[in-house]
């Protein structure tokens, strides 16, 4: 890849296509062989109108659209999690914070996977993974990822704009596949690509996304709790 970059014109270097209100899909899977079974409703579940109610203040963040900044404070959802836009009330600081849905608070395994998320990115300490800077938990007890908050969009929203330039495109790549080379070496299988775990940048670079289901392999676990899987 790198050899065909250096050959590339620079007309496959113009900047890629980025949707104006991206939905990263910082999420774990929705698998029903391993969900949690639903149980009644919790603080967060969802609306009649099918949007779950934004979660009070988790630890020191606030949600931003609690702050009345007219932002969507979930900025995306899946089966299981949900990554909410939030701001850090005392220093200012801004990131996406992961929770588990309500309804999945009883699942110990979903619980113990997204320890273990925050322990192996960590562990990795690659650019080019989002960063897991803190663990917290919310009023009723469920884990809390505190993230970097991107700027940019998924790959996979990317890609339905249209093809995009080969160059920047490669360039996007040669980062993931860095990530997974350096992950790789700590024995960490990600077991999770596709376009909507790879985050494009405003720059243009390429951020890999959700451990949420990764395994560690390998005899070294120190300081891992780890999660067996199939």
Sequence with gaps: LRA???????????????PQSPAPDLL??????????VVPPALDAPTSKGKRPAPPPIGPYHLEALLGEGLEACIGEGGLTAVYRATHTRVGARAAIKVLHGEHQSDGEWIERMIVEAQL?????????????????????????VMELLDG???????DAGPPPAGSLIVVLLDVLDALELAHQHEVIH???KPSNIFVSVEGRGTLLDFGIAKLLGPDRQGVNVVQTE
């Design 28 to 37: 774990s899977p929705t698998d029903a062989s391993t969900a949690a079974p």
């Design 4 to 18: 065909v970059l250096a050959a590339l014109p620079e007309a496959a270097f113009l900047p890629l296509p980025l």
């Design 153 to 159: 969009a998924a790959l996979s929203a990317v890609l």
């Design 191 to 193: 077991r999770d690509l």
């Design 121 to 145: 990115v960590n562990r990795i300490g690659s650019p080019h993974i989002v960063k897991i800077v803190d663990l917290l938990a919310t009023a009723d007890h469920r884990p809390a990822l």
